[in-house]
């Protein structure tokens, strides 16, 4: 199948006073998979205010943005749409202090099998989590610490 779309994602990486990584682990088109907080941007929307609204959507988290960690720079095949091409780029981010992300599933109409956890950065490894851009962007946020 040949690529007639493309599609652009935007993540956040949020670490705590602890140096754990919030993740989350999702239910999605009958596939698990752990992976940073974030989504799809909408037509209209630049990468940030994305971010800012998927914050939102998912865990009612108002979000600060930092830095820009990491743009894909290589092909990904979306593993959902064989057919589309998907871009994505990650922010270092910060939230309020003491916000509490919940660790059990949310039932929402957008997200109804989500759940949040804090990972020790130190023991995240580079096939941690199910996308490799993902990866990457770890990967890359590790540099810069």
Known sequence: MSITRFTVRVYGLLLNEKQQLLVTDELFDNQYLTKLPGGGVEFG?????????????????????????????????????????????????QAPPNFVFLNKPLATHLLPQIVFRWVDISTINPHFFRLESDNRAVQTLLQQM
């Open 45 to 93: 929307e630049g990468t940030i205010d994305a971010l800012h609204r998927e914050f939102d959507e998912e865990c009612a988290c108002p979000i600060e943005v930092l830095t820009h960690i990491y743009t894909t720079d290589f092909f990904i095949q979306s593993i959902f749409s064989p057919n589309t091409q998907v871009l994505c780029v990650y922010y270092r981010i």
